[in-house]
Structures are given as C-alpha cells and as structure tokens.
C-alpha cells in the first residue's frame, strides 16, 4: 500500500518593520542597555536594528573603539567605502588620471 503525502505550500509572513523613532544622538554614544531596549522586538536583520563593532585605533595594540550604528547606516558606509575604493582606483589608472594612452605618466 502506498501513502501519498500532499506538502502544502506555505508563503512565509512578510518580515514587520517596525518604525522607531530617529535618535536624538549617535548610536556610538548610547550605552549597551539603551541600545539593548532599542532593539527590543526588532529582527536582527531590520533596518533600524543597532549593531556595534570593534574597530582597532590605529597605533594601538590593544585599544580599540567602539562604533554603533543601524543596519542601514551600516549599510551605507560599506557602498560609500566602497565607491570611494572605485574613485580612487579610476583616478590613479592611467585611464582616470588625464595621462594619454601614448605616454608614459
């Protein structure tokens, strides 16, 4: 005897964005507790979401700073980063740099 089993396609549920307020202030600058009770039902992946990072002080073994800002901002950063990377790339080839094809600069 054989069983048929029907798998019935269920669409997930849209993810809820929660609309917060805009900070009064930078993310860096609030403590772990307030950042904590602003994330407070949001999903990790929402754009108002607040994560922090340590990033090394440069000339420094062991200090590092602590930088906080939303999925968003964080996002912005990184395509920022990332054209300036291209910007600067263009303008020092030989192509972005106003040197001729035929010469040598």
Known sequence: MMALFVLAA???PAPVTIERAPLDRPASTMTNAEIKAYNEGLASTDPNYIKCRKID???SLVKKA?????NDEWKKLWVQGN????DTVDHFSSKGSGCPPTRIC
């Not at 602590?66 to 939303?70: K, M, P």
């Not at 054209?83 to 291209?86: G, L, N, P, T």
């Open 10 to 12: 269920v669409a997930a």
């Open 57 to 59: 002080e440069i000339g």
């Open 66 to 70: 602590r930088v906080c800002h939303s």
């Open 83 to 86: 054209q300036d990377s291209r």
